[in-house]
Nanobody, 125 residues
Framework: QVQLVESGGGLVQAGGSLRLSCAAS????????MGWFRQAPGKEREFVAA????????LVSDSVKGRFTISRDNAKNTVYLQMNSLKPEDTAVYYC??????????????????WGQGTQVTVSS
């Protein structure tokens, strides 16, 4: 069992930056593929970014490509989401998740087994 705790959310003006952190405990994140999802009010939880066991070939959604970067530090048992050039439509609760899928980089919400409580990101115009 792995426990995930997100931090780093807050209120930021459009064009600003935030870095989200996801601290894992119970297991090392090297055992998992790690992902970030977000959910805005009244909308489904959507995929944002994911990174494989090795940290190679990180994947981000088209809506955030070029602005967001996912990375992981297995030694610190932490995964990060660097968010630049934030837009009001990025406003959502951001969730960290862990998947035991072995092959590839998982992007489907149903594939992720463990979730954090989420951290609120609000981007003002």
């Amino acid at each position: 069992q792995v426990q995930l705790v997100e931090s780093g959310g807050g209120l930021v003006q459009a064009g600003g930056s935030l870095r989200l952190s996801c601290a894992a405990s119970g297991r090392t994140i090297s055992d998992y593929a790690m992902g970030w999802f977000r959910q805005a009010p009244g909308k489904e939880r959507e995929f944002v970014a994911a990174i494989r066991w090795s940290g190679r070939s990180p994947l981000v959604s088209d809506s955030v490509k070029g602005r967001f970067t996912i990375s992981r530090d297995n030694a610190k048992n932490t995964v990060y989401l660097q968010m630049n050039s934030l837009k009001p439509e990025d406003t959502a609760v951001y969730y960290c998740a862990a998947s035991t899928v072995v092959a590839g980089t998982p992007v489907r919400r149903q594939v992720y087994d463990y979730w954090g409580q989420g951290t609120q990101v609000t981007v003002s115009s």
